[in-house]
């Protein structure tokens, strides 16, 4: 009975289970039996000893075996104790990035959401006939979204536990990486693309461009630069993918479009695709995107787009005619003049090249009609004249030119003529040679064709883009520096015609390249340069059209700041003062001298001013004979335009500092006067107040204006500042106030100051009116006149006795 054995009571209880008290009693037994066999010798006491130290290793060994299970089973719990504790700190270190991470994704789902729906609702649009143009061509707008697996699956991101964002952070730090080596390699290649670029190898760098495009496809500035070099390559569907792509990149990705000022690439974007779609002819889309472009260009840039939009204006303007003319054509039936030109030029083919020479002047005749030279251009003619340009330069260049239009200038150059006119003009101007040796080269043949061939490549930089290009390869070819050459050699005088034409021609080249002030290669050589010009504009005996050559190159030259010190110490200002009494001396109304002012007044009068931004250039215009000379010509039949404007600019200059010419003015019941108030009030009545003006012809700001280098330009000055500038001189001399008054001029200032588009002639009006409150007439007049908020005041020109 286990209740009675006495080892059950001496045991505690809850101590031991049954296989214990089995193995107990099992270990009894055995010491019980070899007691009774040591007795009876029956066990030998030694092997008894040895094994008892097996059964006692055995016991220590299972002992240790416990132990080292024990303490593995402590480190694992610390192990886990230790891990738990480093996902807590890393937790902490990594919740705002992740909280950055989660919000970086929804903001991008977002903007993806909103570009889907606007493209489904532009191909909705299509469908219906909406005119939608898809320009991507199925690529999407965004790149896979990397975090889109950290933040979709069965549960919705915006209940998922903490617990899972913390499985997430050990991938964080790989994905920041791989994203940053991806822009940095994206980086690296568009600087590739900007040195290719440079270097003019649009090849290599469309090839930059475009695996930087493969390494991050969000840089809207590298898709605005590929689109660059597509223009260069005349890609322009191309461009037009490229540019609207770095538009939609800054209107859903970075959402800039609409910042003010906005991102040179976002307006860089939009000037580029109107290029590209004029280039295709879609003139409404490019004056659209010229219109945005204008629209949110800074005040600085502005100038650069409104020359834009006058070229596409020019462009289209070409495009109808051509289309015009081309109707007419097809209606009226060929005369036979087509077949003339077609057979004409099939000739010319056949021929030898030195046996070309009567077809092509058979030619010239037919190309005065322009349906001929619609003829011409559809043949194939104008590459094919270019092609001839080096073994029948004479011939040819004539032809060429009687190819006026704007886009055959455009294919003369397309077709290499710009070139092989640049190593034209290299060939026969060795600069190695001296003077004589120059002059003994060239025969009075030679002269004559490399006059005619500078007149071409003049004709041709018409054009915008031909104007950019050759002012590229200008300097490698050494243009400049054989211009200059030639412009100094040769007789002063009457003496060789031909002589004439060359430095005509050479003189217009000069403009041209100076166009815009944009003559670096220029610049280097402007003590020669201006020398040269100012001889031959002061030489009496050179031809008028020479001298107006000359004054309308330095005027082009004279925007620049660096040529202006050089122009006025060769004397410009003294020479184009000389053309001006040349040009004005004669009455407006004498036969002949309305047009000889025409041409020669416009450009000269721009030079005066650009020059007189100079104390020495300022010194010219500020004399009294200024004022006899250009005052009579403010009333007459051709001062209008870039001439009446630039007028008034030079006069309000010359007013300032010479007296004279405000009594010159104002002399005489004070008509110039009066018909100022006209000019002011005709440009304010073009204009209803707060809705911008038409463009016009303006007059010459204070700073340097530029000439016009062709017809169709206009000139950019500011015609009512120049105006109120002059009023002003007026209303600070004895009696002026009282003539502003009767010419009704006070009333238009007061309109003027209401008019925020004429906001920088603002403090000018401002003063002409508080100059005109000294006089009590003026004071009377202008008092129940509203003006502006708050009212101006006049409490600084009241005398002391306060008696007005």
């Known amino acids: 009975d286990k209740r009675d054995s006495p080892i059950r009571t001496l045991m505690p209880s809850a101590a031991y289970d049954d296989d214990e008290f089995g193995d107990f009693l099992a270990r009894v037994d055995g010491v019980t039996k070899a ?25 220590r060994e299972a002992a240790a075996r416990r132990e080292r299970k024990a303490e593995a089973a402590r480190r694992q719990a610390e192990e886990r104790e230790e891990e738990v504790r480093r996902m807590e700190r890393l937790k902490e270190e990594k919740r705002e990035e992740l909280e950055q991470l989660k919000r970086d994704y929804y903001h991008r789902k977002a903007k993806r959401e909103k570009w889907e729906a606007f493209r489904a609702e532009q191909q909705k649009r299509a469908s219906q006939g909406s005119g939608f143009t898809d320009y991507y061509r199925g690529w999407d707008l965004f790149e896979e979204d990397p975090d889109e697996e950290l933040f979709t699956g069965d549960k919705p991101a915006a209940v998922q536990d903490q617990a899972a964002f913390d499985a997430m952070a050990k991938d964080v730090e790989e994905r920041t990486a791989k994203r940053k080596a991806e822009a940095a390699a994206a980086a690296a290649e568009r600087e590739r693309g900007n040195a290719a670029f440079k270097a003019s190898q649009y090849g290599e760098a469309l090839s930059a461009y475009s695996r930087a495009v493969d390494h991050f496809r969000g840089d809207k500035a590298i898709f605005a630069n590929r689109a660059l070099v597509h223009l260069k390559l005349r890609n322009f569907a191309s461009a037009i993918e490229d540019t609207s792509r770095a538009i939609d ?36 889309e490019a004056e659209a995107d010229l219109e945005q472009a204008r629209e949110m260009a800074p ?34 039936g060929d005369d036979g003049s087509h077949d003339r030109v077609r057979a004409l030029l099939g000739e010319v083919r056949d021929s030898r090249a030195e046996d070309a020479g009567q077809p092509l002047e058979a030619l010239a005749p037919l190309l005065e009609s322009a349906a001929s030279r619609l003829c011409l251009r559809k043949e194939g003619g104008i590459p094919f004249l270019v092609r001839l340009l080096p073994t029948q330069p004479a011939a040819t260049a004539r032809l060429l030119q009687l190819c006026a239009e704007r886009r055959a200038q455009l294919e003369v150059h397309e077709a290499g003529g710009t070139t092989a006119l640049l190593r034209a003009l290299r060939a026969a101007v060795p600069l190695s040679a001296t003077k004589k040796a120059v002059a003994d080269v060239r025969s009075g043949e030679g002269d004559s064709i490399l006059a005619e061939q500078l007149a071409l490549l003049t004709m041709t930089m018409r054009h915008p883009e031909v104007r950019e290009a050759v002012r590229a390869v200008a300097g490698s070819e050494g243009a400049y520096e054989r211009l200059v050459a030639l412009l100094d050699d040769g007789p002063l005088g009457t003496a060789g015609s031909l002589w004439n034409e060359l430095h005509m021609s ?13 003559c670096k290669g220029l610049a280097a050589l402007a003590p020669q340069l201006s020398t040269a010009l100012v001889t031959r504009l002061a030489s009496s005996g050179s031809r008028v059209d020479v001298r107006v050559a000359c004054a309308t190159a330095i005027g082009n030259l004279s925007t620049t700041a660096a040529m202006r010190p050089q122009l006025v110490a060769a004397g410009a200002a003294e020479a184009l003062l000389t053309l001006v009494r040349v040009a004005a001396s004669g009455p407006p109304g ?6 000889l002012a025409e041409a020669a007044l416009p450009n000269t009068i721009a030079a005066l001013c650009n020059l007189s931004l100079l104390p020495e250039g300022m ?60 000019f002011l009030k005709s440009s304010l009545d073009n204009t209803e107040l707060g809705v911008p003006a038409a463009a016009s012809a303006g007059g010459v700001p204070d700073e340097a204006s530029e000439v016009v280098v062709s017809e169709g330009e206009e000139d950019s000055g500011d015609f009512v500042g120049n105006s109120v500038r002059l009023l002003t ?10 003539a502003l ?14 008019a925020p588009d004429h906001a920088a002639s603002h403090g000018n009006a401002a003063l002409c009116i508080a100059e005109c409150a000294t006089e009590p007439r003026c004071l009377a007049v202008r008092a129940p006149v509203r003006s502006t908020e708050p009212p101006v005041c006049y409490q600084h020109v009241v005398s002391a006795a306060g008696s007005r």
């Open 249 to 284: 990149i800054a209107t859903y990705l970075d959402e800039d479009v609409s910042r003010r000022p906005p991102p040179p690439t976002v307006l860089k974007a939009y000037v580029r695709r109107a290029t590209a779609h004029a280039a295709l002819g879609r003139f409404d």
């Open 619 to 678: 010194a010219a215009i500020a004399q009294p004979e200024v004022g006899r000379l250009l005052i009579p010509w403010l009333d007459s039949a051709v001062s209008s335009g870039p001439l009446l404007s630039r007028l008034i600019a030079v006069l309000a200059k010359g007013a300032q500092r010479c007296t004279a010419i405000v009594e010159m003015l104002l002399d005489g019941g004070s008509p110039p006067v009066a018909m100022l108030a006209r």
């Open 729 to 738: 001189a007026c209303s600070r001399h004895a009696g002026g106030p009282a």
């Open 506 to 518: 050479t003189a217009s080249l000069v403009t041209a390249l100076a166009y815009g002030g944009r």
């Open 35 to 59: 007691i009774e066999g040591l007795k009876s010798g029956a066990v030998d006491a030694y092997a008894l000893a040895a094994e008892d130290d097996a059964t006692e290793r055995a016991v």
């Open 741 to 754: 008054c009767a010419a009704g001029v006070l009333p238009l200032l007061s309109m003027l100051l209401r």
């Open 299 to 332: 005040e600085k840039e502005r100038p650069e787009v409104v020359k834009q939009v006058r070229a596409l204006k020019a462009e289209r303007e070409a495009a109808q005619r051509e289309a015009k003319l081309a109707k007419a054509v097809e209606g009226s």
């Open 590 to 595: 004498r036969q002949g001298a309305s047009t």
